[in-house]
């Protein structure tokens, strides 16, 4: 099975901060990787399709990128209703296998 | 407009059977390259994927549920299906069903707003 790292878990951040969580996949998973956005609640939201693909009606504060293994969601500036977890998804093989997620806090 | 609602039984036993229907609009399973992801949620925990289905029958499960899961569809009904056998306290949690497929842009773009499923004697 593909293993995806996600860190950090937890993290808290101000308004206006830049902040990145990151996936690390085990294998090669090419683009092959969503984020979701899930507030307490309420079902996850795709944010980021295919690695570094915007989803549609997503402030474009929100990006995607990769650096090899590792596949990161930056926020370039934090707003109070990016509170949230966020998790990562790799669908590039079976079993499809999700982060562990990351809780995002406003300071 | 894309919508998807799971539906279950709510409260069951160990040992049951968890039997799971989601109800879609907006797109068909009978369309090439379109399926239907089950996706569940522990309180307070990550995300767990357990099966898809595609439009061609071909199924998929999380092999950690070893045999327990079946998952099934009706195309013509626009509803998915998933069973879970042998239920445990372990598969409280809430379940949601998602669109998968049609293209990169639209896999897994759409879910449900879940059904919560608790397992108690």
């Known amino acids: 099975d593909i293993q995806m790292t996600q860190s950090p878990s937890s993290m808290s951040a101000s308004l206006g901060d830049r902040v990145t969580i990151t996936c690390q996949a085990s294998?090669?998973?090419?683009?092959?990787l969503i984020w979701f956005q899930q507030k307490p609640g309420k079902s996850p939201r795709r944010m980021i399709y295919?690695?570094?693909n915007l989803a549609n009606g997503v402030p474009s504060r929100f990006s995607g990128s990769r650096s090899g293994s590792d596949y990161s969601l930056t926020i370039i500036s934090l707003e109070s209703e990016d509170m949230a977890d966020y998790h990562c998804l790799q669908y590039k093989q079976y079993p499809l296998t999700f982060g562990s997620g990351t809780k995002l806090e406003i300071k | 407009q894309v919508t998807l609602k799971e539906s279950g039984p709510g409260i069951l036993q160990p040992s049951q059977t968890l039997s799971l229907t989601c109800t879609f609009s907006g797109f068909s399973l009978s369309t090439y390259g379109m399926g239907v992801g089950w996706i569940r949620q522990p309180s307070g925990k990550g995300l767990e994927w357990l099966a898809n289905i595609w439009w061609d029958d071909d199924k998929y499960y999380n092999p950690s549920l070893k045999n327990r899961l079946t998952i099934s569809k009706d195309t013509s009904n626009n509803q998915a299906f998933l069973k879970i056998t042998n239920v445990d306290t372990a598969d409280t949690a809430t379940y949601y069903c998602a669109r998968i497929g049609g293209g990169i842009p639209t896999n897994f773009d759409y879910w449900g707003q879940g059904v919560m499923v608790t397992v108690s004697s």
């Open positions: 295919y690695a570094t």
């Open positions: 294998q090669d998973i090419g683009n092959n």
